[in-house]
């Protein structure tokens, strides 16, 4: 069975990933990825230069990522410019790694995909599971958690789909704005449900 997690913006997708991890389950994440495929050296690297220009580049190589974030969450124009860069070769990637988890014989894989719904991956997973926050706790959680200004936050949380309509989209929906212990317990109950249902 491969799952699909997601969510929103500050959520709790990486705080799940992370149980998961510790169960032993093997994660997919889009995240790491969309790091991996911008690695010094690569094409997809070299095509962002290209249109956002050298400036996106630090001396070393690598890509300046909060300069990049600036940009791309304040303009939906440069934001679709980078996605139809980049998300190609993090689909590749990601269905690659996926496919190594099963052939060494896991039975179920975790795949965490920020964007699921924004790029319609659905097809890529069998369950998805949406972790949700309430509006006031995940622009709190944003702004503590990457040190941005109210303005900023708001800006990141309306580049992606409201939190309503991911749950929707949801086989389950796990409510994160309690402590962790609770999402924990949320998270045990899920996969016991879809455990049986195999
Ligand atoms: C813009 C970038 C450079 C900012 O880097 P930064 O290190 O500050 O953030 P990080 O990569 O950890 O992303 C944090 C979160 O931002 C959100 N986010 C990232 N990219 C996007 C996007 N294109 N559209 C909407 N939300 C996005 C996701 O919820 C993600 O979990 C980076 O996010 C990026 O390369 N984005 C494009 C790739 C992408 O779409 N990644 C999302 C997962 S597929
Ligand atoms: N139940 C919780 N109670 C308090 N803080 C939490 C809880 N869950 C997550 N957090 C905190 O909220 C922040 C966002 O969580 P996390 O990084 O897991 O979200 P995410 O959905 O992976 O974010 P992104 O989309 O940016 O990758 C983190 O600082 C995390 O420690």
Redesign the pocket.
Known sequence: MIIGLTGS?ASGKSTVSQMLQELGYPVVD??LV?RQV?EPGTQTLKSIEEVFGPEVIRTDGS?D??R??SI?FNDPAS?KK??DI??PA?RREMLRQRQVFLEAGNETVIMD???LF?SKLQHMVDKILVVSVSEREQLKRLMERNGLTEQEAKA?IA??LPMSVKEEGADEVLDNNGPIDDTKRQLMRILDRWQTQL
């Open positions: 913006i889009a995240d969309a911008v890509m990522r909060e990049v974030g791309i934001r980078l996605n980049i998300h993090i995909i920020p964007l924004e990141r580049s992606q």
